[in-house]
């Protein structure tokens, strides 16, 4: 049996204590980080950068490859889904 394996390098990106918290929180309410041990939600929290996005800003499109994870800290997205060619 092969397995496979990879080297990660733990990244940790400065902020301070109340965006900690807050990042926390957020995580620990999605079902996707609810049984995260507190240690591995450390990690995720620290690995998060903050990205500041001005009005009608296109974040991601749909059948794009997603290679980040967004919470919405501040402000308000709306969110489009194509349905058959149309939106």
């Known amino acids: 049996e092969v397995l496979a394996t990879a080297t990660i390098s733990k990244v940790v ?36 950068t903050s990205e500041h996005c001005a009005a009608g800003t296109t974040i991601m499109k749909q059948g794009e490859a997603g290679d980040r994870f967004y919470i919405v800290m501040s402000g308000v997205c709306d969110v489009y889904v194509e349905d058959g060619g149309s939106m």
């Open 13 to 48: 990106v400065p902020k301070g204590e109340q965006m900690r918290m807050q990042l926390k929180h957020a995580l620990q309410d999605l079902v996707l980080f609810s049984d995260v041990h507190p240690e591995d939600l450390a990690a995720i929290v620290d690995a998060f």
